[in-house]
């Protein structure tokens, strides 16, 4: 079964094009699908993140905000 992660991020953000780029790496082999989720496409996203982005999210959870937090994104990956 292939389980969800939602990057948001913002066209030409270097910060969110890194996070994408090492969370792809960690993913990689598993069956995982990245859902790039650009912020300036809704109002409601803007407000919420504004520039506090990139923001790697697991269903409700934040796994990590402006760098790829390596480490708790492989402890998810171990417990699907």
Same mark, same amino acid.
């Given at each position: +079964? ?7 991020? &913002? &066209?030409?953000?270097?910060?969110? *094009?890194? +996070?994408?780029?090492?969370?792809? @790496? ?7 699908? =990245?859902?790039? =989720?650009? =912020?300036?496409? *809704? ?9 506090? =982005? ?5 269903? *409700? ?5 402006? &760098?790829? *937090? &390596?480490?708790? @994104? ?7």
């Amino acid at each position: +079964m292939t389980r969800t992660l939602r990057l948001y991020h &913002r &066209r030409g953000c270097h910060l969110c *094009d890194e +996070m994408l780029e090492a969370a792809e @790496l960690v993913c990689r082999g598993n069956p995982v699908k =990245i859902e790039v =989720i650009d =912020i300036d496409t *809704d109002p409601q996203l803007v407000q919420r993140y504004g520039l506090d =982005i990139p923001v790697l999210v697991a269903g *409700d959870t934040e796994l990590c905000r402006h &760098r790829l *937090d &390596r480490e708790r @994104l492989a402890a998810w990956l171990r417990q699907g």
